[in-house]
């Protein structure tokens, strides 16, 4: 990997809670979006138009002159961003259907080599698939002229195919839009946006005082927005990180290293109060659903008013949630980082997430902890910080690494945290003693020593 390379990585800014007002207009501003997302999933997804899909240029020149913007009183730095985005998702099911078509071909026994030399030649080239798709007059490919083949029987295959995977891409995410940069600016600690009224904007104050210039992505929730900026990451290559690091994730602490050091240190308390403060809650809402729906069959106007003020106790409940999450996030994010400094790893290895169909055999209460322990974001944070960093991420099977003595390898005992081997008088913690079993097993594997302790 060179050490100049660069990837994009996705940083967050929060606004403060908003007033309904403000979240009225975004939450109007994203339905747009989505209006004309779907105006153009209707007018660009369908074989006519396969041809003027590139450049983007020639869909924004016509949408231009359409009228949609002008009846829905749309700004043109939101409008041409959300049509951008809907020609990008249309061009992306493209490329999925010529792969469907592109692997029906290859399975087809019926076609010859040349048929199939052909098919996939026209697939391959854009101009000449638009063209047989319409019925067009086209020039033969060089590389089929010679073929011993029925044109227009292929032909026909190819577009009886198509139609059968092409589908009209539909959104309904009324959630999130896109803007440009110059539909922001900046002043007194907020972001001031581009409203529907000429040279009027909106003022979102922000909770930090980072400023951008590029295109941003509006995440509205109930009230606040988040907002994603891309951004050029430099992959940094670590001269002095040359270390191997043998990691257990485990559901108490975040790491447990083979050579005992842990971060995270209970994260699961962290969370779990959380996980029980959500029963309770939920609990609550349930309640208040309960006391709704029977002022509404007696008509108690004035009660449910006052319940759907407060939005079915909604609100309140997704901005803790909302606030706890973040808490968490930093923590985690803030903990990878630390190992890294101090263990200075050139190498990571960790085990592969045991496979779905296990989590149906937990208990309902015991599998929302699971969902909630964020070990699906750990992962994603780890793999991402370690492609920054330009550190290997190795992941081997966790077979046999859970149960196996890391002293003397016979099947040892599991109690509560403890691990305890009566064959050899071993006592630990799981975590660790999985960690010591990570690093053996990577370790055999690698010197082709792979014995059968781990099956
Ligand atoms: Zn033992």
């Known amino acids: 990997m060179p050490s100049n390379s660069t990837m994009t990585k996705i940083v967050w800014q929060y606004s403060e809670t908003l007033p309904e007002e403000t979240m009225t207009f975004l939450r109007g501003i994203a339905a747009d979006c989505c209006k004309v997302k779907n105006f153009v999933y209707e007018r660009y997804s369908g074989v006519k138009k396969i041809n003027s ?20 009183n749309l700004p043109a730095v939101y409008y041409e961003l959300a049509i951008a985005d809907a020609v990008t998702n249309i061009k992306c099911s493209w490329s999925i259907v010529k792969n469907k078509v592109g692997e029906k071909i290859t399975a087809n026994e019926n076609l010859s080599d040349d048929d199939k030399i052909y098919l996939r030649t026209v697939l391959k080239m854009g101009s000449v698939y638009a063209a047989v798709l319409n019925r067009q007059q086209y020039e033969m490919p060089r590389n089929a002229v010679e073929l011993d083949i029925d044109v227009k029987r292929l032909n026909n295959l190819l577009c009886r195919l198509t139609r059968r995977y092409l589908t009209q891409p539909k959104t309904d995410a009324a959630d999130v839009f896109r803007i440009s940069p110059n539909g922001y600016s900046y002043k007194d600690g907020a972001m001031r946006i581009v409203c529907r009224i000429p040279r009027k904007r909106i003022s979102i104050p922000l909770k930090d005082t980072r400023t951008f210039d590029r295109q941003i992505q509006v995440h509205i929730k109930d009230d606040f927005i988040a907002l994603a900026v891309p951004i050029e990451a430099k992959i940094k290559k670590h001269q002095d990180y040359t270390n191997t690091v043998y990691i257990h994730m485990g559901n108490q602490d975040m790491f447990t290293l083979s050579n005992e050091h842990i971060y995270g240190v209970s994260l699961a ?187």
């Open 53 to 72: 899909l590139t450049p983007v240029y020639t869909v924004l020149n016509e949408m231009r002159y359409c009228g949609l913007r002008e009846q829905l």
């Open 269 to 455: 308390e962290l969370t779990s109060p959380e996980t029980e403060r959500l029963a309770k809650k939920n609990q609550e809402r349930r309640r208040i659903y309960t006391s709704y729906r029977q002022n509404a069959e007696s008509g108690n106007r004035q009660k449910i008013e006052n319940i759907e003020a407060n939005n079915l106790g909604r609100r309140k409940y997704d901005s803790q949630k909302e606030k706890e999450k973040r808490r968490t996030t930093n923590y985690i994010n803030a903990e990878i980082n630390r190992m890294f400094r101090i263990e200075k790893p050139a190498c990571i290895v960790i085990t592969k997430p045991v496979t779905k169909n296990k989590t149906k055999l937990y208990s309902k209460s015991n599998n929302r902890k699971l969902t909630r322990n964020f070990r699906g974001y750990i992962r994603e944070r780890l793999a991402y910080k370690c492609q920054i960093n330009a550190i290997e991420l190795v992941e081997i099977n966790s077979k046999g690494t859970g149960k196996i003595c890391s002293s003397c390898k016979a099947e040892g005992k599991r109690q509560g945290k403890e691990f305890i081997c009566e064959n050899c008088g071993l006592k630990t913690t799981i975590a660790l003693n999985s960690a010591k079993n990570i690093q053996q097993k990577y370790i055999e594997k690698s010197k082709g020593s792979y014995v059968q302790n781990w099956e």
